[in-house]
Structures are given as C-alpha cells and as structure tokens.
C-alpha cells in the first residue's frame, strides 16, 4: 500500500519534506493515513484543507448538512457557488481540485453508533470538528472503543478549546474525562456567534496535531487543554488527567 513516493509527489510536498521532523518517511507516513474528519464547517475547513494539502492519503469527510449563506463568514472551505449543495459535496470538489492525488470517502448521512465504530475502525484518528455535544460524546466512545486517537476542537463566540485525547496511551484521558456530561445550556454558534479567524486558529491547530500524530513528530497535545483567548490574544495550558472512574475509558486499562 502506498510504499513510496513518486517525483510529482515529493515535489509537491517539497517544502514539508525538507522538515528533519517528517523528511520521505514521514511524507510516506501521511500518504498511508486514513484520517475520518466530523463536520465540514468552521472548524472542519482549514483541517480539512490542511490535511488534504499535506498528503494525507485518505481522508473521509462526515457532515448531513448543506451549506448555508450564514457559514461562509467562517466555513472556508466552501463558497457562494455552493450555497444549497451538501457540505460533503461541496468539500469533495474543493478538495478534489486541491489535491486529486488523494482519495477523498463521502459520508453524508448522520452517523449513528453502528455506522460510527464502522468508520472510526476504518481510519487511524479522528478529527472532531462538530459542533453539539452529544455529536462529541459519540464520537468519543467511538474512539475510545475502537482505540484511535481523537484530535478535539471548539469555538464559539472569542473563545476557543483544543485537545487529543489518545486511548493507546495509558494516562491519556478521555473526551468525558473532560467534560462529563456536558452543559444543559449548550451554545451553538448561531445562537452565541462566532468570529470567523478563531474557528480557522483552532481548526488549523487540530490539523497541526493530526499531521504530528500521523507522521510521529513534536509533541502533541494530550494529556493537556489548549484554551484560546481571541479577545486577548492570550494561550493558557491546563493539565488534565484520566479519570478511573469515567464511564466511557475507566475500565480501558484495568482502572
């Protein structure tokens, strides 16, 4: 599978190869990833066009919504030619005419939790870019169940948040380590609004810590919660540890 690289590609990815951190076995690395991205919106676009650029060989794009004229203040990877279209659609061929050297899986149906651990078994991490909790929970149990890293992005309003969460990894803890059951008072953006370069920070985060965990380089961010201060300009750390008793990854390791 994918066991080099031709001269077009590593002409293309040129100046990422020239990284000692990634160097052609790295670039390989990428090119025999399978990567599952959920929700092709704010947060969704810049991973999506990051990682497609990169060379991530396979890329599967999950969203049941169409695009919408209120997203494109933010939602990057799509355009006012694709107003009415699905959000795969419309990501398919932006990403296509990006890169036609990888392979691009159409997920425009909701997934529920059969189809889910379907395809979090099928690929090696997961991006959760969507935007409600109970989409987050699931695609955390997914994970955790199917044992794949999840990189974790949110923003709304001037805030944002980010994380991994790696069940490989013994201390590593979980998205409902974190965050429990959620808040009863859940926001989405159209209710609290969003700055549109936030959502592009974060995003563009999540795809830095997605190509680190696919090509094995640098640090990445588990085991600690990013949190982005847009009106301040401000970048605060938390650690944050496994809960044994969490309902979801207490019992994964024998805790």
């Known amino acids: 599978m994918n066991q080099s690289l031709s001269d077009a590609e590593l002409l293309r990815y040129s100046r990422q190869i020239l990284l000692s951190q990634i160097d052609i076995d790295g670039q390989l690395r990428l090119k025999q990833s399978r990567v599952l991205i959920v929700g092709l919106g704010g947060l969704g676009s810049p991973v999506a066009l ?10 599967h794009l999950a969203d049941f919504d169409m695009v919408e004229v209120t997203n494109l203040q933010r939602q990057i990877l799509h355009d006012s030619a694709s107003i009415g279209l699905s959000k795969v659609d419309s990501a398919l061929a932006r990403l296509t005419a990006l890169n036609p050297n990888i392979r691009l899986l159409a997920h425009r149906a909701a997934l529920d939790a059969d189809s889910l651990a379907e395809v979090v078994a099928a690929v090696d991490l997961v991006l959760d870019c969507s935007d409600n909790f109970g ?48 808040s009863e008072a859940e926001l989405t953006c159209s209710e609290a609004g969003v700055v549109g370069p936030l959502v592009g920070l974060v995003g563009s985060l999540q795809a830095l810590e997605a190509l680190k965990l696919l090509a094995g380089f640098g640090e990445p961010l588990v085991g600690r919660l990013l949190l982005i201060d847009g009106l ?7 650690r944050v540890k496994r809960d044994p008793a969490c309902s979801v990854c207490g019992t994964r390791h024998g805790g």
């Not at 990051?50 to 890329?59: D, H, K, R, S, T």
């Not at 987050?136 to 923003?155: F, I, Q, T, Y």
């Not at 301040?232 to 938390?238: A, H, I, K, M, V």
């Open 50 to 59: 990051y990682l497609a650029a990169a060379g991530v060989g396979e890329l």
């Open 135 to 182: 989409t987050r929970e699931a695609v955390n149990a997914a994970c955790v169940a199917a044992g794949k890293p999840l990189v974790s992005g949110a923003a709304i309003r001037l805030e944002g948040q980010l994380s991994v969460f790696d069940p490989g990894n013994p201390d590593s803890p979980c998205y409902h380590c974190l965050y429990g059951h959620g």
């Open 232 to 238: 301040g300009s401000r970048f605060r750390e938390l």
